[in-house]
């Protein structure tokens, strides 16, 4: 089994920059890709980023790239997924997830073990 917990969300101001975190708990997630996700009230999830089981690939969709970074750090049964986000703007307000799967995707389907999730919210 594999638990998520994000942290790091909250009120930011546009132009602001955040960091957020996801721990990824259980016996095999290090053979595991993370990836973040966002849903925005009304919209769909949406892919953020993602960072293969040893970190030496990630993927952003084209529109957050060079704002969004993601990096990641295993330890025994444990990984720490950090989102460095930059340049805030209010678009980027949504519920943020991390997920876990062993292909690195951009379908959320794909993706089994999913955590509660931490709001960030860009004011104008």
């Known amino acids: 089994q594999v638990l998520l917990e994000e942290s790091g969300g909250g009120l930011v101001q546009a132009g602001d920059s955040l960091r957020l975190s996801c721990v990824a708990s259980?016996?095999?997630?290090?053979?595991?890709?993370v990836v973040w996700f966002r849903q925005a009230p009304g919209k769909e999830r949406e892919f953020v980023a993602g960072?293969?089981?040893?970190?030496?690939?990630?993927?952003?969709p084209d529109a957050l790239k060079g704002r969004f970074t993601i990096s990641r750090d295993n330890a025994q049964n444990t990984a720490r997924v950090a989102l460095q986000m930059h340049s805030l703007k209010p678009e980027d307000t949504a519920i943020y997830f991390c997920a876990t799967s062993r292909l690195l995707t951009r379908v959320d389907r794909n993706y089994d073990h999913w955590g509660r999730g931490t709001q960030v919210t860009v004011s104008s």
């Open positions: 960072i293969t089981w040893s970190g030496s690939t990630s993927d952003y």
């Open positions: 259980g016996r095999t997630v290090n053979t595991y890709a």
